[in-house]
């Protein structure tokens, strides 16, 4: 898992397609093992989708509260 200190909407925003909070979509990238650019375009929407789907939440390319947490605990690629 990864050592970090409880969400915060300001750490962990919710993100979406189009987002360009750079530091935390560059983190939700490298989680999925995406190349990291920044920019929360179709290829991150659709990895996070399948991401949620494999891990039982609702695959609607949203990254909220609950993707966070499940993201979370595994370590970054």
Request: one cysteine or more; proline letters at 9%.
């Amino acid at each position: 898992t990864v050592d970090d200190p409880a969400p915060t909407p300001e750490r962990y925003p919710t993100l979406r397609f189009g987002s360009r909070e750079h530091r935390q979509v560059c983190l939700l990238q490298k989680f999925l093992g995406l190349q990291s650019d920044g920019y929360f375009g179709f290829l991150t929407r659709k990895a996070v989708c399948a991401f949620q789907s494999e891990h039982g939440l609702v695959p609607d390319g949203v990254v909220g509260p609950y993707t966070w947490d499940a993201l979370k605990r595994l370590k970054p690629a």
